[in-house]
């Protein structure tokens, strides 16, 4: 039953892990030292520190909140479209057009044409964002064309990296190819686009095969091996069987029309290096870097294309199907119907790698809502009004588990738990009903919508007595622009209807030895495609 008051105190987000946007996880040579490990789940408050989110009815706008495993920033999703951007920027991945090395509070991101935000994926150090009528836009760098706008990397090593620090919008994508988008995904240097037909369509650079194009990009250079990218999306046109056939898609029909081997995806999720979807009839297909068994094919191999899972294959009754997938940096989880877990790759490096799905018997018996995965952290909000999380050393409080002190196994010495092999429930969020995750490599966002909030006096009473936490005197730290960027836009990239984007020639008009950076001019010079 939910309470009377239901939405007074709106939608509330949690934060923990660090926030040490420019030194977590980096040389830090020239950052700018700011930010601390918040180990216990904090409620933000502050209006400059939730982007403007003032009053309760602002907070209870605050539907969706998206980051990456390998991501240093998160994106805050609004009911009325907006979205709002926070962590690193370092190439333009926030999309508040400004090349800010940080930000430490929400910003809003800057769409130029409008329109209402509806998801997004985060990428190392790209973004992708999914507008209502099907439109994606893409900010942050470019060097391996993980933009999709038709734009390469500038050269090798030493040159300035292209960038995006406004949203582009993937022309290309939506005018000349007719794709209208259902779901975007971002790995590493690459991305992805679920068309709302169930197509595919990748972008970005081809080491390990990530396209599912069916190579590996790898050419040989002048002194050495060389990846090559594509900067523009192509559909996914073969598939492989779980019996190894190769399938082909008949780009003359639609999807209805095509064979039931040609797969109609409607979930799809990527890891650092590597893509799991999941289609219509319920079959996972995997694809790209297969170190440490996380493409769930029993064996290490690289996956060119789509691969089908044997093990999925063979659970397609109505209560052992997958119906969601989540993807870590090295690592899948797969949720069935009758809600059993499924996991294989790999989180702590020095341990076993799984090489095909395993059910996770520690978390039999409690109802999934969501789950969220970085690096090698995992964190899970159960229905019971309970928050799960596990993940081995380094970490840095991404898993919530507060000032808890544990006995060290040496010398008599105590220490915060910080870390846990095996699932643990996070002691500081007992009582709180979690509606939806957002991990990235380092930190954990936790959303309570306004109906779990006040679902009952007592889980309003444990959401107010939780620790706060406050960025809005910091709200200037990090916005010392970033050197070494080729700043894209769309006048530059050739945008127009029925033009394709070429490879982009540009100059640098900033130096090593300045702080600003100035944008580029960019010439569109038309090159062909390399078949592959």
Request: proline share 4%; hydrophobic share 40%; aromatic share 6%.
């Amino acid at each position: 039953m939910v309470h009377p008051n239901a939405g007074a105190q709106g939608a509330e987000l949690l934060f923990c892990g660090s926030c040490k946007w420019d030194t977590q996880g980096r040389d830090r040579k020239g950052a700018i030292e700011y930010g601390e490990e918040v180990l216990a789940p904090h409620r933000l408050t502050g209006s400059v520190t939730l982007g403007g989110l003032t009053t309760p009815a602002d907070r209870a706008q605050m539907l969706r909140i998206v980051s990456g495993p390998v991501a240093a920033h998160a994106v805050l999703i609004l009911t009325d479209g907006r979205a709002l951007a926070i962590g690193r920027n370092t190439h333009g991945e926030l999309g508040i057009g400004t090349a800010r090395r940080f930000a430490p509070v929400f910003m809003p991101v800057v769409f130029i044409k409008g329109g209402r935000c509806t998801g997004a994926a985060c990428g190392r150090t790209h973004t992708l964002f999914l507008m209502d009528d099907g439109v994606v836009y893409a900010t942050g760098a470019n060097d391996a064309g993980q933009l999709g706008v038709g734009a390469r990397g500038i050269s090798a090593s030493g040159a300035n990296v292209p960038a995006a620090v406004t949203p582009i919008r993937l022309t290309y994508l939506a005018e000349h190819m007719g794709v209208r988008a259902a779901q975007v995904g971002c790995g590493e240097q690459f991305s992805v686009v679920l068309a709302d037909d169930g197509s595919l369509y990748t972008f970005g650079t081809h080491r390990d095969g990530v396209l599912g194009l069916g190579t590996t990009g790898e050419v040989i250079g002048k002194q050495r091996m060389e990846v090559e990218s594509e900067p523009l999306p192509r559909r996914v046109t073969r598939f492989v069987r779980s019996d190894g056939i190769v399938v082909a898609l008949d780009e003359s029909k639609s999807m209805d029309e095509q064979s039931e081997d040609i797969p109609r995806f409607t979930q799809v999720v990527c890891g650092q290096r590597h893509v799991v979807a999941l289609d219509s009839r319920h079959r996972v297909w995997s694809w790209g870097f297969g170190g440490y068994g996380r493409l769930g094919h029993r064996t290490p191999n690289d996956e060119l294309r789509p691969r089908c899972m044997e093990f999925f294959e063979r659970l397609r009754d109505d209560r052992r199907r997958c119906v969601k997938l989540y993807a870590g940096a090295s690592c899948c989880y797969a949720l069935t119907e009758m809600g059993t877990v499924y996991f294989w790759g790999i989180t702590k490096m020095t341990g076993e790698a799984t090489t095909s799905p395993q059910m996770l018997y520690d978390l039999h018996g409690w109802k999934i809502r969501d789950i969220a995965v970085g690096i090698s952290s995992t964190m899970i909000a159960c229905e019971e009004c309970t928050t799960i999380a596990w993940g081995p050393s380094p970490a840095y409080g991404e898993m919530g588990f507060g000032e808890t002190v544990v006995g060290r196994s040496f010398a008599g010495r105590t220490g915060v738990l910080k870390s846990s092999t095996q699932p643990r429930i996070v002691d500081p969020l007992k009582g709180v009903q979690v509606s939806q995750l957002a991990m990235g490599a380092f930190f954990t966002f936790l959303l309570l919508r306004p109906e779990e909030v006040q679902a009952s006096d007592d889980q309003g009473t444990k959401v107010q007595a939780l620790p706060t936490l406050s960025w809005d005197a910091h709200a200037n730290i990090g916005a010392q622009p970033v050197r070494g960027l080729t700043i894209l836009d769309a006048s530059s990239l050739g945008s127009r209807r029925g033009r394709k984007p070429g490879k982009v020639a540009a100059r640098a008009t900033s130096s090593a030895t300045k702080t600003r950076v100035t944008s580029v001019s960019a010439v569109v010079v038309p090159e062909k495609r390399r078949r592959t």
